[in-house]
Structure formats: structure tokens, C-alpha cells
């Protein structure tokens, strides 16, 4: 093989184990066959599975390219707070409540995501299904959490100019770069009181060490993906004759 060229391998191998009688140790063998992955490996396609992928992609390529909402200007998303994420985060935390049948859920709180899940800006104008896939490409499901003030508290006096995550329903306070005061809704975080949390299963899991060691007192997994939620949602938007518009609101406050 040439030194240039740059290859693939996989290794195929079948080892089989046989017991002899009276004999305490078993004999092996082993037979393998490696296997190039590169252009030679595919220089016979199939004339019908080509078709078949063509067509598919086709389909897959025009689902992409459906309108389903718009906006008045590009929406980037950066740290701490930025119009891309602040958006997804309300809207998480004002239409999630819907999608979960658990009443115990009914009035959340505080919605947490993470910025590296978020993965581009959104375009100025028209939004595709496609633009959400780059938005959003990951395979994370909503999730819904109690958890008590002191935990929460916890978790966001974590938080600083270079570790930070988007949220709603919270406005942070800093001071010398740490959080000096915590608001859920608008009051002083009690910590005694049980707040409804809903997030991300990425998140939730110890993702982006946001929650970690964090303690639940109740938590409920859904099958809803972020990215699912957010197209139904812009759907929903688009079809009341909603723009999609973000801002940065001084959710989070250095002094």
C-alpha cells in the first residue's frame, strides 16, 4: 500500500472455543480478514440500492427546505446571554408544560439548556426544517425536574463569565464575577421550596457538568426531542403570524 494513501481498516475475525475431554485448558482459533474502506471498496454499487439512496434523499432533501417560520434578523447564540439562546430557552420554559401529562409539571419555573447544544445561528428570514437540524442536531429529550432551592442554588452558583448556561425564568446577579443574587420569577430564591425544572436528558445526565451532583427530588423522562419540540413549535408560531424574535434582556447581570 502506498505510505500517502489514507485507509480504513476493519479487522473481520471469528475465534471459536473448544473443550476437550479431560483437558482443563480450551483451544482457540482465530481466522481474520481485513477489509480496505477505501474508494476500491464501493467501485461496484448496486444499480438498485443507488436508485433506492437517490430517491430517498430526494424526499429527505425537500423535507429540509419547508418554511416554517421566520425572522427579522440572523439570531447567533453566544455566552452568557444572546437572542439565539434566550429564544430557545423561553420558549422551552412557556410551551414545555403541554408535553409532559404529569400535571405535577403544569407550572415550570426555570428552563436550562446548554450552550454547546446549540450548534449555529439562526438565519434572518426565512427558517427551515434543515436550518433547525443544524440548530439542534442532537438526539436530547426533554426532561422535567424537582428539585429543592438549595440544589438549584447550588447549581447556579456555578455560574460565571466563562461557565454559564442559557436559562429562563431566572435572573442572576453578579458580583466580582460571581452570583451575588439569584431571582426565580422575579422573588428570591427559597431554599426550602420545590422548583420544576425543565431541561434536557443531556443536561439532567451530569451533560456540560451543569447539574452534576446536583440532588433530584423527582425526575421524568420524555421521548420529545429538543429539536421536535422547537419545529412544532415554530410551526405553532408561524401559523398564528408570530416572527421569531430574541434579544438580550440582562438575565444575567455583571456589576
Known amino acids: 500500500m502506498n505510505i500517502k494513501t489514507v485507509c480504513f481498516c476493519i479487522i473481520l475475525g471469528i475465534a471459536t472455543c473448544g473443550y476437550a475431554q479431560n483437558v482443563s485448558a480450551p483451544k482457540y482459533k ?29 424526499q429527505l432533501e425537500k423535507q429540509m427546505q419547508v418554511v416554517i417560520a421566520h425572522t427579522e434578523t440572523e439570531m447567533e447564540s453566544f455566552a452568557p446571554e444572546s437572542p439565539l439562546s434566550n429564544f430557545l430557552a423561553d420558549i422551552l420554559l412557556e410551551e414545555s408544560s403541554k408535553y409532559i401529562k404529569d400535571t405535577a409539571f403544569a407550572n415550570i419555573d426555570v428552563s436550562m439548556l446548554n450552550f454547546g447544544g446549540i450548534r449555529t445561528s439562526m438565519p434572518g428570514g426565512d427558517v427551515t426544517v434543515g436550518d433547525i437540524y443544524r440548530i439542534t442536531p ?118
Open 30 to 58: 482465530y481466522s481474520y480478514e481485513m477489509i480496505c474502506l477505501d474508494s476500491t471498496y464501493d467501485a461496484k454499487v448496486d444499480p438498485k440500492l443507488a436508485k433506492y439512496v437517490a430517491k430517498k434523499r430526494a
Open 138 to 255: 442532537f438526539e436530547n429529550n426533554l426532561t422535567y425536574i424537582v428539585m429543592k432551592g438549595s440544589e438549584l442554588r447550588k447549581m447556579f452558583e456555578r455560574f460565571n463569565d466563562q461557565f454559564n448556561a442559557p436559562y429562563s425564568g431566572a435572573t442572576i446577579r453578579y458580583k466580582n464575577n460571581k452570583p451575588a443574587e439569584i431571582l426565580i420569577q422575579g422573588r428570591p430564591i427559597d431554599d426550602s421550596h420545590l422548583y420544576k425544572i425543565v431541561t434536557l436528558d443531556f443536561v439532567s445526565d451530569g451533560g456540560d457538568h451543569l447539574m452534576e451532583g446536583i440532588h433530584y427530588e423527582r425526575v421524568e423522562y420524555t421521548t420529545m426531542t429538543f429539536r421536535e419540540f422547537l419545529i412544532a413549535e415554530l410551526k405553532a408560531m408561524s401559523s398564528r403570524g408570530e416572527t421569531v424574535t430574541g434579544k438580550k434582556d440582562g438575565r444575567a447581570e455583571f456589576r
